[in-house]
C-alpha cells in the first residue's frame, strides 16, 4: 500500500490484524464521563411555572418521546394533579478533550421540578419532586463505531424532611416499557426505555434523606431516565440533584 492514509483507513483495510494497529485503536477508542449538580430550595425556585413549560417544551423537540413529560401530547402541558411549587434545569455534556470530529460528545439535559398535593391543604408539609435527564449521542455519521451513552445516574438528597415514597420502585427495562411512572395522587406518566435498566437504589445507611435512580446499559439514540419521589417536611424543601454521565465512542 503507498501514498498517505488516515488511522481510519488502516482499521477499516487491516481489518483483522490489529495487533499491528493497535496504537491507531486506542486512539479511536474513547470514554468519558460528566457530573454536573442542581441546587434546589423551595423558598427562591430558578424557573416558573411558564419559563419551566418553556424548558419542558424544547426537550420534547430535542428528545421527543424521552422528553421531561415523556410520551404526553401536549408534551409541554403540565400533567400533574398538584400545585406547581419551581423548577430547575441544566445542560450537561459527555465529552472528550479532543476537539475534531472524532471526539465524542453526548450532550444532554436535566431537571428538577417541585409541586405540592392538592390534597396537601390539610397537610401542608407533603411535596412532590419530580427528576429527569436524558442524554442523545451527537455522532458525524462519516466516523467509526458507534457514541454509545453507557450510564445515566441521578442521585437526590435532601437537606430535611423524609424520602417516602419513589417510582419506580423496582428495576425496570424494556420488557417493561412504557414504564408508568407516579407518586401519591398525581396522574402517571409513560416513560419509554429502550435499552439498559432503571434501578432505584437506596443507601445502604437505609438514610431516608436520598435516592438514586440508574440506568446502566449501551444505547446509541436518547435515553432518559426518570424519578419521582414524595417527601414530607416540616421547613421549606432543598437539596442537591447529582447527575451523573458517561459514554464511549470508536468501538469498532
Known sequence: MTGPYTRRSVVSLVGGLLVSTAGCVDVLQQSADETTTIEFTESSPV?????????????????????????????????????????????????????????????????????????????????????????????????????????????????SGTIDGISPQTAVGPDDAPVTVGVGESPSIDRPIPAGQIVPKRPESNDSQSITFEWAGVHSGPLSVFGACAITTDHPLSGTLTIEAAGSAGTV
Open 47 to 159: 424557573l416558573t411555572r411558564t419559563a419551566f413549560e418553556r424548558v419542558v417544551s424544547r426537550q420534547a423537540e430535542r428528545f421527543g418521546s424521552h422528553g421531561v413529560w415523556g410520551s404526553r401530547a401536549p408534551a409541554s402541558a403540565w400533567p400533574l394533579d398538584a400545585e406547581f411549587v419551581g423548577g430547575w434545569s441544566q445542560s450537561w455534556t459527555v465529552t472528550t478533550e479532543e476537539k475534531s470530529k472524532d471526539g465524542l460528545r453526548i450532550p444532554g439535559g436535566a431537571v428538577a421540578v417541585m409541586s405540592r398535593p392538592q390534597s396537601s391543604s390539610d397537610s401542608p408539609a407533603r411535596r412532590q419532586l419530580w427528576l429527569w435527564a436524558c442524554g442523545a449521542p451527537d455522532q458525524l455519521p462519516d466516523r467509526i463505531g458507534q457514541a454509545t451513552l453507557s450510564v445515566l445516574r441521578l442521585s437526590l438528597s435532601i437537606d
